[in-house]
C-alpha cells in the first residue's frame, strides 16, 4: 500500500490503495481542508439560490442567512461529489485500474 499524489483543483490529494481478498479495492483519499472550504462555499453560494429566506426574494438573500438554513451534510456531500469524480479518475488512470460497477462513496 503506498501512497500516491494527484493534483485536484491546485490541490495535492493524496490516496492509498488496499485490496481485499475478494478482489474488491478501497481507494482512501486524504483531501486538504483548503480544497474542502473553497469547493464548500462554492456548494453554499449555488444551493443558496435555491433557498428561500423571509423578506427576501427566492435566491436573492445574502449567503450568511442561506446558509443557516442548508445542513452541513448537504454542502459537504456537494462540495465532495466535485472533488472525488475526478480524485477517483486520477487514481485509476495511476494504477492502471478498471472499475466494472460505480464505486461506493464513504466518509
Known sequence: MATKNNVVG????????????NGNIQIMFTIPYDLVKKEKDEALSHLSKDVEVPGFRKGMAP???TAEKISQSTLIEHALSHILPEALSQALTQNKLKIAVYPKFEL
Open 10 to 21: 491546485g490541490e495535492k490529494v493524496s490516496h492509498v490503495i488496499a485490496r481485499e481478498g
Open 63 to 65: 449567503v450568511n442567512l
